[in-house]
């Protein structure tokens, strides 16, 4: 009889094991890294890119982490997402100023509902520390003036303020200018410790502890 329970122990624990790799692995799905987005024919225009350009809807910044699921037997990414951000930039000739980005922690989503609780319980614990925000201080000069439709790569130099916890940041970055619009995408590496964030742990999963910070951000001159 103890042979017979044994068995049938280990027979429920595999089908949970395997019910649970099913479910880690078929559930959800991975967003791909932020990407500068097609736009439309015509979305181009003429003139100058210079003024005033405040973040607007089709935005996001989000988090992207390393996942272990039971030890080291499956690796996915972690991806969260907010799209309530707010900022903006002042283009003028070459030079842009007054860059901020300010993200609510506390509406970052991602494809599971527990992993969103617990991080916010224990990791980013966003009601004590609701926002985050990457500033530029100081103004920065363009290599060229941003040409309509055409892509520049430059990398923002700032402090990032996260988990309350404020430390410089280097974001490379992807920006074009469309006439209408203006998009810029990028990611940075995070170390979670540096911003005082207990790695999340759990029996089933672990978190790495470095990750990436990524941005997706549409402006909209004032």
């Given at each position: 009889m103890k042979k017979r329970n044994l068995f049938i122990g280990l027979a429920v624990l595999a089908v949970a094991l395997i019910a649970g790799v099913s479910w880690y692995l078929l559930s959800g799905s991975e967003p791909s890294a932020p990407s500068l987005p097609e736009r439309a024919s015509g979305a181009t225009g003429s003139g100058s890119a210079?003024?005033?350009w405040r973040i607007s809807e089709g935005s996001f910044v989000?988090?992207?982490v390393p996942e272990r699921?039971?030890?080291?037997i499956i690796d996915k990414d972690a991806v969260g997402r907010?799209?309530?951000v707010t900022g903006g930039l002042t283009v003028s000739g070459l030079e842009v100023s007054n860059l901020e980005i300010e993200a609510n922690t506390t509406s970052i989503t991602s494809d599971r509902v527990p992993r969103d609780t617990y991080l916010a319980s224990n990791?980013?614990?966003t009601s004590a520390f609701p926002t985050a925000e990457f500033v530029v201080d100081d103004p920065f000069e363009l290599e060229a003036k941003p040409v309509s439709g055409s892509t520049i790569t430059l990398t923002l130099r700032g402090m990032l303020t996260l988990h309350g916890q404020?430390?410089?940041?280097?974001?490379?970055?992807?920006?074009r200018w469309n006439g209408a619009t203006m998009d810029v995408v990028?990611?940075?590496?995070i170390v979670l410790a540096d911003y005082g964030i207990k790695t999340p742990s759990t029996p089933i999963v672990s978190v790495a502890g470095t990750g990436s910070l990524e941005i997706q951000l549409i402006l909209r001159r004032r």
């Open positions: 210079d003024g005033e989000g988090y992207r699921f039971i030890g080291e907010t799209s309530d990791a980013l614990e404020t430390r410089s940041l280097e974001i490379p970055v992807e920006a990028g990611a940075a590496p």
